[in-house]
């Protein structure tokens, strides 16, 4: 699982020049944007990894390296472009001037093949990877977790900085896609390939050859796809069922090819009946609205957390997609036309159904009634994140903390003004009482050896130009205490680790809740109280 962006290409019908010219382009996008990249740096008397602006390195081969972006601090894996052919041409292969969608037995690099993970710099790659397939087209084609809206925001942005405008990719584009369907000998060997080849979620290519194709190709295909498995309440099969309903809104004509068609699947009646409650077709809109908040926005890229939602949810609740509502009343008049059952027995099935699904659904929602309330309390004025983006872009007045994320603050300068008084006598308190800039290095050899961590060249200037002691010891006191409580690698603790070395705010916060005797007094109690 992940957020990829890709870029293939078909090396050996480039010539040295044309990727050349690509390359050279494609710098005026990397300087364009706070991309960032990985070199080394003297901070803190060390020579430290750290991330520093993307620019074009000369040796041992001219190219970049992307790995992130300054502007959101969030840093995935690595895209490079190299200026020479040669390169990517250590392999050869015959040489072909045919299109790369048709060339699956060519040889083909892998330009880009790596995660973004859904961050900031995701759309800005794109419009790199963009500008390679325009400008070498039939031999570079983008591909990844992207959409069309995903396409048209970077072509936008990508176009301001280029003296040609670049297109959109073909994989998103049904035009261009549908362009290149002219060979196939039936509408049949077209469908699949627009299936096979169309970047777009289930319920888009499904509207896709529900317009585009004849009905009766339509329906066999559908028919075709729902054989695949032996239940109606797979999951696979309920999604077709849903985009079905959603994209035709008929119910009767699903039903004919489930239940009547010789040619259709061989399901059992009841499995049929549950199978359409599980649909939610017959649940109001309004008992499930709050999973919108889950809903994958066109245009933005999902991050690794988001993507593990939707696969969550999809078992949960896979009915979250149906966008048409039929009254239960009605759903049992049209069952009842294809079903053994007596009216009293459908309806009866289809209640228990729903209110097994309506229970799961409030325990849900009261589950996640405090992300709700974090949506529903931001305003233009005041912005309520996540734990993992609120501290790190915390600026204490467009971006707030929340009460809770508040006492996470202040239980973290707890436990480091104890810890600090507590070994404030022998080993540790000569041991933070060296000069400041020898306290740096200490900082800096935890950062980099003990806990390899990587951070902004901005995150290193501030800590270099501390003069405030306390504020070096509240970090290296968080790196100690993380240490001997296995605390590394605990998700939770390290965002937070990474906030308080990005983030000078949430360090002097914490600094001002430890120098709150009351405070401290309060939290205290609580703690003893937990304990």
């Known amino acids: 699982m992940g957020t990829y962006i890709n870029l293939s290409m078909l090396t050996s019908n480039i010539s040295n020049l044309e990727l ?13 944007f706070p991309f960032a990249d990985v070199d080394r740096r003297e901070f803190c008397g060390s020579k430290l990894p750290v991330y520093v602006k993307s620019a074009e390195k000369i040796k041992p081969e001219r190219h970049w390296s992307i790995t992130g972006d300054l502007k959101s601090k969030r840093f995935a894996e690595t895209f490079k472009l190299y200026r020479d052919i040669n390169h990517y041409q250590s392999v050869q292969s015959e040489s072909s001037g045919r299109d790369i969608l048709f060339e699956e037995d060519q040889l083909m690099n892998d330009v880009f093949n790596s995660k973004t993970q859904g961050y900031e710099y995701h759309l800005y790659i794109l419009a790199i990877a963009m500008l390679i397939e325009s400008r070498l087209p039939n031999n570079a084609l983008v591909s990844g977790n992207i ?35 002219a060979h196939f000998k039936n509408e049949m060997e077209q469908v699949q390939f ?3 080849w169309l970047i777009a979620d289930q319920e888009e290519k499904f509207k896709v050859i529900y317009n585009r194709f004849a009905k009766n190709t339509f329906l066999k295909w559908f028919s075709d796809e729902l054989k695949a498995y032996s239940s109606p309440n797979q999951l696979g099969a309920l999604k ?20 009547k068609s010789r040619k259709g699947p061989k399901i059992l009646d009841s499995e049929v009946i549950r199978a359409v409650a599980r649909t939610w077709v017959c649940l109001p809109r309004e008992k499930f609205s709050f999973l919108d908040v889950f809903a994958k926005v066109s245009g933005h890229p999902e991050v690794i957390e988001r993507q593990f939602d939707s696969v969550i949810l999809d078992m949960m609740f896979v009915g979250r997609g149906m966008n048409t509502y039929i009254p239960l009343t009605e759903v049992v008049k049209i ?38 309330e974090i949506t529903e309390a931001s305003t233009e004025d005041k912005m309520y994140l996540a734990d993992e983006d609120a501290f790190l872009y915390y600026d204490g007045s467009k971006i707030v903390l929340t009460d809770e994320q508040e006492l996470t603050l202040k239980a973290i ?21 060296v000069p400041l800039a020898k306290l740096k290095m200490v900082l800096a050899a935890f950062v980099n050896e003990k806990y390899n961590m990587i951070l902004t060249e901005q995150a290193w200037q501030w800590i270099e130009k501390l003069d405030d002691p306390l504020l070096v010891k509240v970090l290296l006191a968080k790196l100690i205490i993380d240490d001997a409580d296995n605390l590394k690698n605990v998700k939770t603790h390290s965002d937070i680790r990474k906030a308080m070395f990005e983030n000078k705010l ?23 109280q937990t304990n």
Request: contains cysteine; proline residues 3%.
């Open 20 to 32: 050349e010219q690509v390359y050279e382009e494609s710098l005026k996008l990397v300087y364009a």
């Open 147 to 181: 959409d069309y809206d995903q396409c048209v925001k970077a072509k936008k942005w990508a176009n301001q900085y280029l003296s040609a405008p670049i297109e959109i990719p073909v994989r998103v584009d049904v035009d261009k896609l549908f362009s290149r369907t």
């Open 194 to 196: 627009i299936n096979k």
């Open 240 to 259: 077709l069922l849903i985009n079905f309903i959603n994209v035709t809104d008929d119910l009767y004509n699903l039903l004919d090819i489930i239940c």
């Open 335 to 372: 069952l009842e036309e294809y079903s053994t059952h007596p009216v009293s027995k459908i309806e009866s099935m289809l209640k228990q159904e729903i209110s097994k699904i309506e229970e799961q659904l409030l325990a849900f929602q009261n589950q996640i009634r405090p992300v709700l």
């Open 413 to 433: 300068a707890y436990s480091i003004k104890t810890f600090l008084n507590r070994e404030g006598e022998g080993v540790l308190k000569e041991f933070l009482s």
């Open 506 to 528: 949430v360090v002097q916060r914490i600094a001002e809740y430890m120098n709150d005797e009351k405070m401290m007094q309060e939290i205290g109690k609580f703690v003893n």
